[in-house]
């Protein structure tokens, strides 16, 4: 779909939204189509009663009289102190789907609401921005659509009072866009199309926007000595990888940078604790951290922010066979410390533990956020709606719940504790992979502290959110690119110099 901006307007072609208030007032350019439209819109609205211009309506007006438009949408606002951005970006999501369903050319008419503090250039990129989220598909693999079926949107044309600046404020939200539709592209692609070389390329691509990429396959990785990382990946016959991805953007290449972690495992059949047949394709998402993270390097690199940053995926395979890991298997992890695997199935910590020493110790990184895919424990904690983090940081904390709050991908924080070690000691090794009865996300988490010495450290436990089984006005069902958004806000809001 192309995206354009220009003066308001009405269109000679195609289909036009308009907005509706709520009492089912006109806005002002409403006002003036109704007008050419001898009062259709008008007697249109009092012959729905049930339209009143409220938030998510929506009221189709076939072949307008007086226009040579295909039809016009009357899209209800709601209340204008309500219409932030995110108000913005859901309507703009609501109406490339709406629009999808027969428009080939549309068009849509953005006015600072009175009483709003999102003035009109704002609000039309942001609609921009929900239309282009909400208009993701992931159709590579159905040969079949019926016609009636397919998406027929070909060009949306904001119009707003100054084009000009909303095309301007459009650019980077553009960028960030792109990079949430990248992560979801990566999470949908099943585990014979994405698997750790293939998901390297994905991360070695974004070198055409001026990202360093370093690829490390498992001789680099043995010398290293990420053995925790190796230990997973050893049942499978894809080679793993650990990928680092490095963008430059401060004035100084020497500033340090800020680190993102991703767990990469591109499938997680459990190992030799294998997982239930039952739901087990779920598990190609398992890779939906590391996902993110290129994502989010993406959004930066595309942007071009102003931020030095580092992403860090550990990129596996967890199979079973007759190299696999076995439970009670004692591994030696990167900063040396020794695990016992009970359970194999618990592997994310494993493949995360080594990567986050690795980013620690080489970057020194002014502070670190890993993401993953880690419990499904997490799901039954918060369900699907926050992802919940963990840190021994209240400041970055604070500062990444913003973050959330802000683009709609939130977070609760989650207790760590001392309490909790014992659940992870183990009496033959430093500890083990697994945790006691209860709070199996905690215990995780816990884990992974241990391999972050005193960086500020964020862990994003992702598992309930990076998938959505249901339609959102700007998250499609399906992948949905969790944490590319999150991560872009944290860095604009706090880690990027002024110009
Ligand atoms: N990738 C899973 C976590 C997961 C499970 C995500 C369900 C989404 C839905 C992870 O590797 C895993 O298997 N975790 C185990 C840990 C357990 C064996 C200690 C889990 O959550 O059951
Ligand atoms: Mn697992
Ligand atoms: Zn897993």
Excluded at 10 to 35: H, S, Y
Excluded at 61 to 84: E, F, H, W
Excluded at 172 to 186: I, S
Excluded at 379 to 407: M, P, Q, V, W
């Amino acid at each position: 779909m192309k995206l354009s901006f220009s003066a308001p307007g009405i269109p000679t072609q195609g289909a036009l939204a308009v907005g509706v208030l709520p009492g089912g007032k006109l806005t002002p350019e409403a006002a003036k189509l109704d007008k050419r439209m001898r009062g259709a819109l008008r007697r249109a609205i009092h012959a729905a009663p049930r339209f009143n211009g409220e938030k998510g309506q929506m009221l189709d007006v076939p072949a307008p009289a007086g226009t040579r438009l295909s039809r016009v949408i009357l899209a209800g606002l709601g209340k204008p102190a309500d219409l932030n951005k995110l108000a913005w970006e859901e309507l703009g999501g609501n109406l490339a789907r709406r629009f999808d369903d027969g428009d080939r050319i549309a068009a849509v008419v953005v006015e600072a609401a009175p009483g709003s503090d999102v003035d009109a250039a704002t609000a039309a990129a942001r609609l921009a921005y929900g239309a282009s989220l909400g208009g993701y598909r992931f159709d590579r693999y159905r040969t079949k659509i019926p016609k009636d079926k397919k998406p027929t949107l070909r060009s949306l044309v904001v119009r707003c009072a100054d084009a000009a600046a909303a095309r301007a404020e459009f650019r980077d939200l553009d960028a960030v866009a792109a990079g949430v539709r990248l992560a979801r592209d990566l999470v949908s692609e099943p585990g014979n199309v994405i698997y750790p070389r293939t998901l390297a390329n994905a991360a070695q691509s974004l070198e055409s926007l001026g990202v360093k990429v370093e690829v490390l396959g498992r001789a680099r990785l043995e010398r290293i000595g990420m053995r925790t990382l190796l230990a997973v990946a050893q049942g499978s016959d894809h080679e793993p990888y650990v990928v680092v991805m490095r963008w430059n953007g401060a004035s100084s290449a020497k500033e340090r940078p800020l680190a993102f972690v991703g767990k990469g495992v591109t499938f997680d059949s459990g190992g030799l604790s294998i997982k239930p047949s039952s739901g087990m394709e779920e598990m190609k998402f398992d890779m939906a951290g590391s996902a993110a993270v290129i994502g989010a390097m993406r959004a930066l690199a595309g942007r071009k922010a102003r931020v030095n940053a580092v992403g860090v995926i550990g990129l596996v395979e967890n199979m079973p066979s007759a190299k696999a890991q076995r439970p009670g298997d004692i591994v030696t992890s990167l900063s040396g410390q020794t695990v016992e695997v009970l359970n194999t199935d618990a592997e994310g910590r494993l493949v995360l533990a080594d990567c986050l020493t690795y980013t620690k110790d080489r970057f020194k990184p002014v502070a670190m956020l890993n993401l993953a895919t880690l419990t499904g424990a997490i799901i039954a904690a918060l369900g699907y709606h926050h992802a919940g983090i963990f840190s021994n940081d209240d400041r970055l904390s604070k500062e990444l719940t913003d973050a959330g709050e802000a683009e709609g991908e939130r977070v609760w924080r989650m207790p760590l504790g001392k309490e909790y070690d014992s659940d992870i000691d183990s009496p033959i090794a430093d500890m083990k992979n697994t945790g006691g009865k209860g709070a199996g996300s905690i215990a995780a988490a816990q884990f992974l502290k241990r391999f972050v010495g005193d960086v500020p450290w964020v862990h994003i436990d992702i598992a309930g959110t990076a998938w959505s089984y249901k339609d959102k006005a700007t998250v499609p069902k399906g992948a949905t690119g969790y944490g590319v958004r999150l991560l872009n806000r944290l860095v604009a809001d706090h880690y990027e110099s002024a110009d």
